[in-house]
RNA sequence: GGGGACGUGGUGUAGCCUGGUUUAACACGCUGCCCUGUCAAGGCAGAGACCGCGGGUUCAAAUCCCGUCGUCCCCGCCA
């Protein structure tokens, strides 16, 4: 081994110790006699000086640049008064060199390493093999690593086999696209990447593994967002003989320790626990951002009897009113206001009814609709203060919810408002099992076709399925849909009842689930799991908006690879041993 | 499938709306020289883009129009 210490691991224990350092050299500021070297490697950074004194070393380094790789002999010595550098891990010490070797040269780079926030991310990706020796993808690539690690460590204490299902396997058409691989062996048909492991980690609690976790890749051939890739990584667990809440407090231990692992404040556990219904009213989405007040409530009592026909006539008729607070919006101007209505206009409203509450006095064109009693009502229900504004809306319960929701968002980041704490997690449970296709007149599974229903909704199987809950639930952190997962459905009778609703013959459900469906009646125990996905938590832990910063190699929003330039042609002569034409 | 934003030396931007004194500006980086305590080092000198690509309008296009390619964000989609 060249080197003794990492970079940013000299200290001023080590003062008087010969070292050697290798890594890359960041900056050098040559004095004409006396220069200085940023020397950085993954750790960080550290300063070389080199004296004229030192024949050898003051002569190799003159021929040093940016980014050239290097060795540096020397000894660890303490800076002279007043030269120490705060803001480096290593600033009150230096590195006098005796030997300065160049390990390799460097062409001058398309963007300085050392910081690359002003850099397009189009150059960065185009570039990565750059773009990953600097500080920040260091940082959240060891992150990342940690996180990965911490949770290995977790479930293998806990007594969870790590298992590796197959990246090549069939075609279920369902939910999202699959990416295909062409079979050269057998000619016209194909294999299927995986879009999760669902069925094969159910398979494995059949086949008696019971604890079952792997960090797994998933592909889904969608268009790609900020926080979605063609392919991405997750956190695949399967447990045997457990309910809901066994689920939630594995989950939550997992949490706990990855958040510990990477220096966050404990957290507190277990976490809230919402109905999907509940959520939905309360914020108007099924992954709130609980860091905000911003509560939504239902207010069509207040407005029963109302002279406001606009409030009145819904709540009349049964639809939703529903109102919310916003704190300190009553200082957002009228114009303001009419693009907050634009807004919620442009998710589904019809109309929004809004309110500023400023000196005692309710502020609106439609102020003068509500009656005393109806403002206090309101101001009531919702804790609106002077200073705060409310904003109603009414239709279709499902329509207040999207629009109401959107508002909420919207609100929070128009008015810059203050997360209340850094972390805020919640599970939402309960959500629907079905789903009804008007258009293809059949039920569809809302989630997952292999989650099990809510016990005491199985009779609804019979008389209204569209309201049968079901052991579905979501990990919610900060806003951003972090896991999913179910208790499954471990007996075939009411499996097949929900196919049937789903309108699968016997051959059609043979077909795609065939092979669970008939493991299903050798002896399923009672299991269940959930997939949560790395780079989402990943990115949350770096701070970072987009998951391709925690992603070594992503993709771009075509799905291309800037740096391989994947995807490519391919030669005529692989495209005949598959038996497949291209365009 | 749809909507929006962007594309100017190596990098990041200004210029574009209101075409012509723009031989396209600034910062960082790069090259050379000077300088023995810098760490956003400093000083002096210098190289480097014809404005993503194609077409059109015009006496004249980085600037206006159309198309195309690329990147990003959003809706759809993502069981």
Redesign the pocket.
Known sequence: MMRTHYCSDISENDIGKQVTLCGWVQ?W??????L?I?LRDRTGLA?V?V??TEKQAFDAVQQA??EYVALVRGTVRK??EG???A??KT?NV?VGASEFRILNTSK?L???VSDTS??????R?KYRYLDLRSPRMHRNIALRHLVAQTVRGYFNRNGFLEIETPILTRSTP????DYLVPSRVHPGKFYALP??P?MFKQILMISGMDRYYQLARAF?D?????D?QPEHTQIDVEMSFVGEEDIFRTAEGMMAEVFKATGQEPLQTPFPEYDFADVMLRYGSDKPDIRFGLEIRDCAKIFLSSGFKVLAEPAKNGLAVRAMRADGAAAVSRTEMDKLTEFAKTNGAKGLVWLKFKDGKAESPSAKFFTDVELSALRELTGAKDGDAVFIGADKPEIVAAFMGALRKELIARLKLKPSRKWAFLWVKHFPLLEWKPEENRY??????FTAPLEEDIPLFDTDPGKIRSHQFDLVLNGVELASGSVRNHRREIQEKALNLMKYSKEDAALRFGMLLDALECGAPPHGGFGLGLDRLSALRCGED?I?EVIAFPK???A?C?MSESPNVVEDKQLKELRLKTL
């Open positions: 900056s500021r040559d004095h004409g006699g006396v200085f940023d300063q000086v004296d004229p640049r940016s800076r002279p030269y120490a550098n803001a480096l600033g230096e001058p398309p963007f300085e002003a850099i397009s991310e189009e150059t990706l369902e939910g999202a696209r879009q999760s669902q889904r969608e268009d790609l967002r900020a979605r569809d599974a809302a989630h997952n076709p987009s391709r771009t929003s075509t291309t800037l």
